[in-house]
């Protein structure tokens, strides 16, 4: 086989990978493999309060964004959206929202958001006894 062919077939196979890997990568941040711009539907949403149930599994959780607390002095600066109850009340739920995701999304999140009602999409962790999504992407947090 000569070298054109083999750098042809190379090539080929690594635009090949890049495209699988682009549409992964898109798909485990629930974002849409075709490179879609619009935020994930929010029509299978669970509870706020039913959230505890789901830990460990990708959902989306809806609530009324009842406290928001922007913490510039943690790691990551992050801005917390505390669902249906407000900090340190344990039967809430909460959004972590870190500075580099919070920069794609409009305006002060504690000014805008609380006593809005929200969805996020993401993986269903647990901190401290209560349920909580850090948001991976600006798209997976929508008002509703």
């Given at each position: 086989?000569?070298?054109?062919?083999?750098?042809t077939?190379?090539?080929v196979?690594?635009?090949?990978?890049l495209?699988?890997?682009?549409?992964?990568s898109?798909?485990?941040a629930g974002?849409?493999?075709?490179?879609?711009?619009?935020?994930?539907?929010?029509?299978?949403?669970?509870?706020?309060?039913?959230a505890?149930?789901?830990?460990?599994?990708?959902?989306?959780?809806v609530g009324?964004v009842?406290?928001?607390?922007?913490?510039?002095?943690?790691?990551?600066?992050?801005?917390?959206?505390n669902?249906g109850?407000?900090?340190?009340?344990?039967?809430?739920f909460d959004?972590?929202v870190?500075a580099d995701?919070r920069?794609?999304?409009a305006?002060?999140l504690?000014?805008r958001?609380?006593?809005?009602?929200?969805?996020?999409?993401?993986?269903?962790?647990?901190?401290?006894?209560?349920p909580?999504?850090?948001?991976?992407?600006?798209?997976?947090?929508?008002?509703?």
């Amino acid at each position: 086989m000569d070298q054109r062919r083999v750098r042809t077939i190379v090539g080929v196979a690594l635009g090949v990978l890049l495209v699988i890997g682009f549409g992964a990568s898109r798909l485990l941040a629930g974002l849409p493999a075709d490179g879609g711009g619009g935020p994930p539907p929010c029509d299978e949403a669970i509870a706020w309060d039913d959230a505890g149930a789901v830990v460990g599994r990708s959902a989306a959780v809806v609530g009324p964004v009842a406290d928001a607390t922007f913490a510039p002095d943690v790691g990551g600066e992050p801005t917390f959206l505390n669902l249906g109850a407000a900090h340190p009340d344990p039967e809430r739920f909460d959004v972590v929202v870190y500075a580099d995701v919070r920069d794609g999304l409009a305006g002060p999140l504690e000014e805008r958001l609380v006593g809005r009602t929200v969805c996020v999409r993401g993986e269903v962790r647990e901190r401290e006894g209560v349920p909580q999504i850090v948001l991976d992407h600006p798209s997976l947090l929508t008002e509703q």
